[in-house]
């Protein structure tokens, strides 16, 4: 029987690597608000599956049902997020009994949320991927698309073959721009002053 694969991210944002897991013989469990179909390339159909879940993230008991029915009792083996940080708790909370034991995990967050990888329970490996604002390559450009597919695909790779929790950064934070401060030396001698009596 296929593994099963649950991704957790808004219609579309982590298509491509859906797509990629589906071509190598994945059911893929897609819940989102607004469907959007898997591309598939090439003539041959590929050997797993996507399946589109209609659900909201701020009902999480309602989509882990709507999940689990669409598994059917399966387990989940493998689960991918990419969730508002105001949805992630709840969420993930929801779909856990979903999970077997030995189902690794890859976590998509923004590098603004948090710069510390959160302590893993035992027993469930996440890969944690922080993105940032521009290109690893170029930093006048904003973190693309492919860019971010490359890497949850790595990291992916790195969850299924076993490897212990780590972070991934994606990008970099945007540079801040250094804004001079005022040059101070000169001035005083420029004001004037006021005469004070002496003392006594």
């Known amino acids: 029987m296929a593994p099963t694969a649950l991704v957790l991210a808004g219609a579309g944002m982590l298509s491509d690597v859906a797509r990629a897991l589906v071509g190598d013989g994945w059911h893929v469990v897609l819940p989102s608000r607004r469907y959007s179909p898997v591309p598939v390339e090439g003539d041959v159909p ?16 309602e989509l882990a049902r709507r999940v689990a029915k669409t598994v059917d009792g399966e387990a989940v083996d493998l689960l991918v997020t990419w969730l508002h940080d105001a949805y992630r708790a709840p969420v993930l909370e929801a779909v856990k009994p979903l999970l077997s034991s030995t189902a690794p995990a890859v976590e998509v967050r923004s590098m603004t949320e948090t710069a510390t990888v959160p302590e893993q329970p035992a027993g469930r490996p996440t890969q944690y991927v922080f993105l940032g604002d521009v290109s690893a390559f170029d930093d006048t450009r904003p973190l693309g698309q492919a860019e971010i597919v490359a890497g949850v695909r790595a990291a992916v790779e790195q969850a299924l073959a076993g490897a212990p929790s780590a972070r991934h950064d994606i990008g970099h934070r945007r540079p801040r721009l250094s804004v001079p401060r005022p040059r101070v030396h000169g001035i005083v001698g420029a004001l004037p002053r006021r005469a004070f009596p002496a003392a006594g």
């Open 46 to 61: 590929p050997s797993g599956r996507a399946v589109w879940v209609e659900a909201h993230w701020d009902q999480p008991g």
